[in-house]
């Protein structure tokens, strides 16, 4: 089974690189080490000690829009981090790094805490592009009082990483490393030694990576059936003038089904 995997889905794994979410997540999911590697360059702090690193974790909101953390990390200074990969400009827009830092706030105290105990918090965009069009390798975003330009000390921290600068520093180097596709050439051992064990069919990772490109192939296929379903469903609506309710039941849509839909319509 796994050989059949590997025969499937090989040659687009040795195609991956980590600006790949779903290469990213795999490669870094429980990485500790590689994770604190890349946030001592990124926020130059060589003494950041990373304790827990999570992949694709979920930050639900029940009146609200859920997020998935592509990684989500904790120091152990009890500091969280979402390090988020954006090939595509509109996926890392400022709107969007400030829906992030929200939902790491909105889950970070427990009932009855007090706000002075929210934890610290980086929302990390490493994104393809020069998405805030200022030239500059990386950029930190930080609250100010506007008139005195003193920081608002509130704990919120946005770093925004230009991919397209891959040269010139550690950070360029590191980007280098994450549009890199061959271990070979990579120049952070513990980034090619990552990607190696996921891209070598001989080292065991590649089991792992094979599923994973599977999984996302069915996500792909199921989001597919649900946008048709929903697009059945609005016609059906404008052209009869049915409710969304009607509609489903004449598209015999189990009821489970139709309280899914029903916010997406």
């Given at each position: 089974m796994a050989e059949d995997l590997w025969q499937k889905h090989g040659v687009r794994i040795q195609n991956y690189c980590f600006m790949d979410d779903i290469f990213f997540s795999v490669c870094f999911d429980?990485?500790?080490?590689?994770?604190?590697?890349?946030?001592?360059?990124?926020?130059?702090?060589?003494?950041?000690?990373?304790?827990?690193?999570?992949?694709?974790?979920?930050?639900?909101?029940?009146?609200?829009?859920?997020?998935?953390?592509?990684?989500?990390?904790?120091?152990?200074?009890?500091?969280?981090?979402?390090?988020?990969?954006?090939?595509?400009?509109?996926?890392?827009i400022p709107q969007r790094a400030r829906y992030n830092s929200a939902m790491l706030d909105y889950h970070s105290l427990n009932k009855g805490e007090v706000y002075k105990n929210l934890p610290e918090a980086y929302v990390i965009f490493i994104t393809e592009n020069d998405v805030l069009k200022g030239g500059e390798q990386i950029y930190f975003?930080?609250?100010?009082?506007?008139?005195?330009?003193?920081?608002?000390?509130?704990?919120?921290?946005?770093?925004?990483?230009?991919?397209?600068?891959?040269?010139?520093?550690?950070?360029?180097?590191?980007?280098?490393?994450?549009?890199?596709?061959?271990?070979?050439?990579?120049?952070?051992?513990?980034?090619?030694?990552?990607s190696e064990f996921f891209k070598n069919p001989d080292k065991g990772g590649n089991v792992v990576m094979s599923n994973a490109s599977e999984e996302l192939i069915a996500e792909g296929r199921a989001?597919?059936?649900?946008?048709?379903?929903?697009?059945?469903?609005?016609?059906l609506m404008k052209r009869l003038h049915w409710t969304?309710?009607?509609?489903?039941?004449?598209?015999?849509?189990?009821?489970?089904?139709?309280?899914?839909?029903?916010p997406l319509i």
């Open positions: 429980g990485n500790i080490e590689c994770v604190q590697y890349i946030l001592r360059i990124i926020l130059d702090k060589q003494d950041l000690i990373v304790e827990e690193v999570h992949s694709q974790q979920s930050v639900d909101i029940f009146y609200g829009r859920s997020v998935r953390l592509d990684v989500f990390a904790k120091d152990s200074a009890g500091k969280f981090y979402d390090i988020e990969i954006q090939r595509s400009d509109e996926g890392a975003i930080e609250r100010t009082i506007q008139k005195s330009g003193k920081l608002f000390n509130d704990g919120s921290h946005i770093v925004y990483v230009n991919g397209s600068i891959r040269s010139g520093s550690s950070i360029g180097d590191l980007m280098h490393d994450f549009f890199c596709k061959n271990p070979s050439e990579m120049k952070h051992e513990p980034l090619a030694k990552c989001e597919g059936e649900k946008k048709n379903l929903l697009e059945n469903i609005r016609t969304a309710e009607v509609a489903m039941d004449n598209l015999d849509i189990p009821p489970e089904k139709q309280k899914e839909l029903a």
